[in-house]
Every structure is written in structure tokens, then in C-alpha cells.
């Protein structure tokens, strides 16, 4: 399967943005506590391992690290320099895969979706009309 490739970095050693630290988890769905509350809770995830690791120096206390990812088509969170952000990879219809970020609500309405059977390409294509 084809997939994309993404690549994070991680500042080991350094404050502010570069200091936090890069991962990135694919979305399996939603959590429900229905004991207590009956409300949805957050997305459950998966954390997806990387492919290629680098960094600039072995035996220094500051190091920029590079994390490269090869992802196949799904619902994915991302933490990356401070900021995290949901987004889908996809084929589009020439097969190329893309991909693009998405809001909280529509990541949540595709992950429901999911969690009910229904497959990745059915549920971002239903789910075009969420904010």
C-alpha cells in the first residue's frame, strides 16, 4: 500500500518549541465513560512508531532529531514543535496520497464512524460538511 511520508524534529537539550516533544498517533476511535457521565470522552490512539531516526550530533547535551514517518491512509494527531493538530492522509482520485489537517469536530465525527463499522474512505467523504 502506498503510503506518505512526514518528518518531525525534536530539539533534546533545547527550551521553548523545538524542546517539546514530536510524535504522532493514529486515531482508532472514541472513548465513551458511560458509567458516569454517558458523554464522549477523547479520541483513543495509537502510537505510530517512526521509520527513520537522525540527529545532528551523538555526544552533545543539545541535539536537533529527526523522525520520519511513512503513514498509510487514516485519521492521524500529530505534536510537533509546541503545536498539535489533527489531520487525514487519503488518496486522492488520481491515487496520489495527500494529505490535509482537519478540525476537532470532524476528526471525532470520522472517528465515530469508525467505531460504528464503516470504512476510513466512507467516513471522510461523509463527513466533508463538518466544521
Do not use: C
Not at 492521524?76 to 478540525?103: C, D, H, M, P
Request: hydrophobic share 45%; aromatic share 10%; glycine share 8%.
Amino acid at each position: 500500500m502506498a503510503t506518505l511520508t512526514k518528518k518531525l524534529r525534536w530539539g533534546k537539550g533545547y527550551s521553548g518549541k523545538l524542546g517539546n516533544k514530536a510524535w504522532i498517533a493514529r486515531i482508532t476511535g472514541v472513548e465513551v465513560d458511560v458509567l458516569s457521565t454517558g458523554k464522549v470522552m477523547p479520541l483513543t490512539r495509537e502510537f505510530v512508531d517512526a521509520t527513520r531516526v537522525e540527529r545532528e550530533h551523538f555526544n552533545r547535551a543539545r541535539t536537533v532529531i529527526e523522525f520520519t514517518y511513512d503513514l498509510e491512509p487514516g485519521l492521524y494527531e500529530q505534536s510537533a514543535e509546541g503545536e498539535r493538530s489533527l489531520f487525514i492522509v487519503f488518496a486522492n482520485a488520481e491515487g496520489a496520497i495527500k494529505w490535509s489537517t482537519v478540525s476537532a469536530a470532524r476528526a471525532r465525527a470520522i472517528a465515530e464512524r469508525l467505531d460504528e463499522g464503516e470504512s476510513f474512505e466512507a467516513a471522510i467523504i461523509a463527513t466533508k460538511e463538518v466544521a
